[in-house]
């Protein structure tokens, strides 16, 4: 058998990949940029092919990049799942609970933290998932985002997802018949989110021109609060930015999100497991979304 590239190599490709920068991604890995640097560029010699662009200030994805990112983060997760699942069944944690990075970012912790305040004898474990959690059965619960005609036979809506319009407060002048000279921030993955607004507002969506594309709902958020442009997210996501004034809606839309989050559960649960559901559920519900 061939011998495989160095997971670093593979991991600091992930990260910048999604961050599209080396910075960034050697801050996610507690390491130098250079060392971003160089594992992608080990990466590129071994493949043979390069991967990214690289602009004075800025990464881009080549098309080979874009077409090897989904198979090395499918099996980083693969192995991050397989190693959380070891770790599980050898520790005194009492639930499991596997949910999408954009889900632990900004609501998932106080969702925790309200049950460890009313059960501290209930040990949780949290496994933060970029895709599907691969191990079936490795979680108590799990959390997953799906497309509205993707949903499975088991899954349990948490709410009914919105879009929101939102950018940072100096944009509050925008208008429909404006929004079309903004700069636009778009997440790579969910172009039904500009449709589903556009269609909204009674808009063509070709002409709301790119300015930014993210593979990551946080960094297009990010990216729109530090004044890059207008983005449309998941309102479950934005709300944490609007309740702290970094973002605003300057224009109010009612627009059902095609996609939202579900939970299964597993078949035998312990009883900790089905406190910890039905304190996920009523939480869920109690969610202003």
């Given at each position: 058998m061939k011998s495989l590239p160095h997971l670093s190599f593979?991991?600091?490709?992930?990260a910048a990949a999604r961050h599209l920068s080396f910075t960034s991604a050697a801050d996610e890995l507690n390491c130098t940029q250079a060392a971003v640097s160089n594992h992608v560029r080990s990466l590129e010699d071994y493949i043979g092919r390069p991967l990214f662009v690289r602009h004075a200030r800025s990464l881009t994805l080549t098309d080979v990049g874009q077409g090897y990112l989904p198979s090395v983060?499918?099996?980083?997760q693969d192995i991050d799942t397989a190693t959380a699942s070891l770790i599980t069944k050898n520790s005194t944690r009492a639930v499991t609970v596997s949910c999408p990075v954009s889900l632990t970012e900004h609501w998932m912790p106080q969702v925790m933290a309200g049950f460890h305040a009313q059960n501290p004898k209930i040990e949780l474990a949290l496994n933060s998932t970029v895709w599907a959690d691969l191990q079936e059965n490795a979680s108590d619960i799990t959390i997953t985002i799906a497309h509205k005609d993707d949903v499975g036979a088991h899954d349990m809506k948490l709410w009914d997802e919105k879009l929101v319009?939102?950018?940072a407060p100096y944009y509050a002048e925008i208008t429909a018949e404006t929004l079309a000279q903004e700069r636009a921030i778009h997440i790579l993955g969910r172009p039904e989110y500009w449709d589903a607004?556009?269609?909204a507002l009674g808009m063509q969506k070709t002409r709301i021109p790119v300015g930014f594309q993210c593979n990551s709902t946080t960094a297009a958020l990010e990216l729109a609060a530090a004044g890059a442009g207008v983005v449309v997210a998941p309102k479950s996501l934005a709300m944490k930015f609007l309740n702290r004034g970094d973002l605003i809606e300057p224009l109010i839309v009612d627009c059902p999100s095609p996609w939202t989050y579900y939970a299964t559960f597993k078949d035998h649960m312990t009883p900790s497991a089905e406190l910890f559901k039905d304190w996920l559920?009523?939480?869920?519900s109690e969610a202003k979304i």
């Open positions: 593979l991991r600091s490709f992930e983060q499918r099996a980083l319009l939102v950018a607004i556009c269609a559920m009523a939480c869920a």
